[in-house]
């Protein structure tokens, strides 16, 4: 059986969804706490093998379900810590293999709005430093693609941001580069592009960028956004072989997302949803992503104001 590597490609994505994120200009002023659930559906049928495109009735429709809690809170109105936390779920429609589940990794982020430039009277550029650490928090396999939920290695990202805002129309967008730590699986010996014999995978790093337009007020978010992930290394899935956890995975992805704020009685709580296809890829399934949130903003200041962007 070929089997594929896109549910890692899903956990890149999948904790950076809604509400005030790290790949967002939104900042929550000083005392804000933003706290929620989010729910994700990500499913492939087609996907590439190496650069080949195809399909496999031994697994059919592979699906990926996360269920997770986020957070936010404004340290100063210039500087956010976020957190998220996901439970992972795994299946496949045809085929013998069984899905996996469980709590995945914990990750945990700070964002940095270093300055905000006026150009003329009704647009500003802001600029952003963002870092962001992950780890997995349990024990799962990470040798059992695609059913893994995770790849479980210890993650350390680094985040460039522009925000360009004319009125309530913006454009964002960023650059990224992802430190990988080592990993070690449950076997003394594997073979890659030569024999290893040892159970310690080395892990290539990761860069690519986010960019996103749209409309944005306090009511109201409505962006399209496009996103790329590259790894800087690893190797093809070979033919007749099961995918490995150091494998190159490459993917470009498009969508749009959706944010409502309630005022008045219901002021503080706010809806998301969203929904990202992959267009382009290299040893990842050619998947659609939904999703949806639900989150509330504690203002513990005296301020009216909940979050600036």
Not at 89 to 98: M, Y
Not at 187 to 194: P, Q
């Amino acid at each position: 059986m070929k089997f594929f590597t896109t549910v890692c490609v899903c956990i890149f994505m999948v904790c950076r969804l809604q509400a005030q994120t790290d790949m967002d200009a939104i900042m929550l002023n000083k005392n804000v706490l933003c706290v929620g659930g989010m729910y994700s559906h990500n499913s492939w049928k087609n996907y590439w093998e190496g650069t080949f495109k195809r399909d496999n009735e031994n697994l059919g429709t592979v699906s990926t379900q996360m269920i997770g809690i986020m957070g936010n809170y404004g340290i100063t109105s210039k500087l956010n810590v976020l957190f998220n936390l996901p439970y992972v779920q795994t299946k496949a429609t045809n085929g013998t293999l069984k899905g996996l589940k469980g709590v995945q990794d914990l990750g945990l982020s700070v964002k940095y709005k270093i300055h905000t430039f006026s150009i003329g009277k009704k647009s500003r550029l802001a600029a952003f430093a963002i870092g962001n650490f992950s780890f997995p928090v349990t024990n799962y396999v990470a040798d059992f693609l695609p059913m893994s939920i995770g790849l479980h290695s210890k993650n350390l990202t680094f985040r460039g941001m522009l925000d360009y805002q004319l009125g309530k129309f913006f454009t964002t967008a960023s650059g990224y580069y992802t430190l990988r730590s080592n990993i070690r699986i449950d076997r003394t010996a594997y073979y890659d592009t030569e024999m290893h014999l040892t159970n310690e995978v080395d892990m290539p790093n990761v860069a690519g960028f986010n960019a996103r337009a749209g409309y944005r007020s306090r009511t109201w978010i409505a962006e399209a956004v496009l996103d790329n992930m590259n790894t800087l290394g690893g190797f093809d899935i070979r033919k007749n072989d099961m995918p490995f956890p150091s494998n190159k995975m490459n993917a470009t992805m498009t969508g749009v997302n959706f944010k409502y704020s309630f005022a008045r009685a219901l002021r503080g709580l706010e809806l998301t949803a969203g929904a990202k296809y992959t267009v382009a890829g290299r040893n990842v399934g050619q998947a659609t992503i939904v999703n949806g949130g639900v989150f509330y903003l504690m203002d513990f200041s005296k301020k009216h104001a909940t979050y600036e962007n």
